[in-house]
């Protein structure tokens, strides 16, 4: 509703009126925008309340998103007077390298409305609106004109081009957006295919299934040259999610791993980029990691998992545990039971947190010499602390088994101590780790064991993109491009995303 401020009734009843009912719907608005955000308040601390509590973070933003409309549509609703000029918006600028197209409101005639003057320009006022243009599809018509010749009638032809799918239709753009749709933006593909239809063109589940797994095929070579990269570093964080595969033969689905390895030296200002690794596997024995990482030399940050602790026989490779998963066993006990000594083992281990944020960014050797003035001291006296409580409190409750966990993984936990590049904690790797929590939720399970490492394929090459601020859909599909076009095997290191991303900042 909004009201023409110049052309207000004059009728003074007519005005009461018009007044009342402004103040009832107002009031009735401010009550309903005062729910529904009572509402969004509720949602948020469910989200970091009690595990048993919390919702699941797909309805969470779900939920968030209807009553961030709800309000938007209640605000949209409220009277609001008619203004000349927009008022000065708060939100930041729309990117630059958006396209930006011009449109020109300008007035009737050149002479003025009130006086019949002659008008001269004095200025202009712009505001912008962001645009959608609808993706679409379109054909590529290759023609390739022949010619004969009439001495000898040789027939001369340009060579047909290369195709990523051999008598394939699709171009290496296509495939790469239905990659990035399916392992990014976790679309399965008869959803795809439902969309392709909308745009009149049918491409049956099986047919884009088909294309996923050539382009894949493509993929495997630099997916390969990837952990090649990643696994040459000397610091390094590993992890496993599990994943469901269809089984076949059972007529159900078995459960398989993806194991994660993710390389993150901005704590530090290390000079390799970000980067993560995922291979898949159908089982979590010990026997999985020591094979990818078996020529591995350096420091491993790891969670609880017994199996990383045969990595270490060789002493080629020392583990850091994770104060992450050492602090949420103590806070499950404190938000359980209310267990005073949980919850002074909490605020212990949020002082060591306190201290590394003072420590991040530094260089290795300042970030060291920091930690051990600092948090040395408290390191000390908490390890004190739990061995001094153990004998006090029942052998075979939680609370034990959550100091005993601290105190057996203690030269893991205190390794930050010894090494500025060590981290408290797993936590890029638990990052690398939620996409595929998401495409479990879309994906419900991968066809095959096949299907599960391709994957893990672009799992790896979509994660790594995205760590390095690099556009996925659009380095995918120049990858592609490249490698049909007979891309030597001897360069690939020039397609990894850091190498891709610096080659086009210099020709753009």
């Known amino acids: 509703m909004r009201l023409d ?28 925008i005062g729910r529904l955000q009572q509402i969004i308040k509720q949602l948020q601390r469910a989200q970091y309340g009690r595990r048993s ?20 549509e209640i605000v949209e609703a409220r009277p609001a007077p008619v203004v000349a000029e927009p008022s000065v918006a708060r939100r930041k600028p729309l990117p630059a390298h958006l396209e930006r197209e011009e449109r020109l409101l300008d007035i009737e005639g050149e002479g003025c409305a009130a006086c019949g003057g002659v008008l001269h320009p004095i200025g202009e006022s712009v505001s912008e609106m962001l645009d959608w243009v609808p993706a679409r599809l379109r054909v590529i018509r290759i023609c390739r004109p022949k010619y004969a010749c009439r001495q000898c009638e040789t027939v001369a032809q340009a060579p047909a081009p290369e195709r990523v799918i ?64 990643v696994l040459r570093s000397d610091h390094l964080f590993a992890d496993d999610t599990p994943i469901p595969v269809l089984d076949p033969g059972r007529r159900r689905t078995k459960t398989g791993r993806l194991w994660v390895y993710a390389r993150d030296q901005r704590g530090w200002g290390g000079a390799d980029p970000p980067a993560a690794i995922y291979f898949y596997e159908p089982d979590r024995r010990a026997e999985r990691p020591k094979a990818h990482i078996r ?80 948090a040395g001291p408290l390191v000390a006296g908490l390890k004190q602390w739990l061995e001094a409580q153990l004998p006090r409190i029942p052998q075979s409750g939680k609370l034990a ?59 790896s090459l979509v994660e790594t993109a995205k760590l390095n601020k690099v556009e996925p859909y659009a380095w995918i599909a120049d990858v592609l491009q490249r490698m049909v076009d007979g891309h030597p095997a001897n360069r690939i290191d020039e397609l990894l995303p850091w190498n891709w991303k610096a080659e086009n900042a210099v020709n753009s």
């Open 5 to 32: 401020l110049d052309n207000l009734p004059h009728d003074t009843v007519l005005l009461q009126r018009l007044v009342r009912d402004m103040a009832d719907l107002v009031e009735h608005r401010d009550e309903e």
């Open 53 to 72: 509590e919390r919702l699941d973070p797909g309805q969470l933003a779900l939920a968030l998103e209807e009553l961030d409309a709800d309000i938007a």
């Open 166 to 229: 051999a008598g394939g239709l699709a171009t290496p753009a296509l495939l790469s957006h239905v990659l990035i749709s399916k392992y990014c933006d976790h679309l399965p593909l008869y959803r795809q295919s439902q969309m392709f239809a909308r745009q009149g063109v049918e491409l049956e589940r099986s047919t884009l299934a088909g294309w996923v797994g050539g382009a894949c095929w493509w993929l495997d070579a630099l997916h390969e040259r990837l952990a090649q990269n």
């Open 295 to 374: 020529d591995y030399r350096g420091t491993l940050h790891v969670d609880g998992y017994a199996g990383f602790e045969q990595l270490t026989a060789g002493g080629e490779i020392v583990l850091a545990a994770c104060w992450a998963h050492t602090r949420r066993k103590f806070y499950e006990i404190a938000q359980g039971d209310g267990s005073p000594i949980a919850a002074e083992a909490v605020r212990r281990i949020a002082e060591l947190y306190a201290v590394e944020a003072k420590a991040r960014g530094l260089a290795p050797a300042e970030r060291l010499a920091l930690r051990r003035a600092m």
């Open 401 to 459: 088994e959550a100091i005993r966990y601290a105190l057996v993984r203690w030269t893991g936990l205190t390794r930050f101590l010894d090494d500025g590049c060590v981290e408290l904690d797993t936590n890029p790797v638990e990052r690398a780790i939620r996409p595929i929590a998401l495409g479990r939720k879309n994906h419900l399970f991968a066809g095959s064991d096949r299907g599960a490492r391709r994957w893990a394929t672009v799992a």
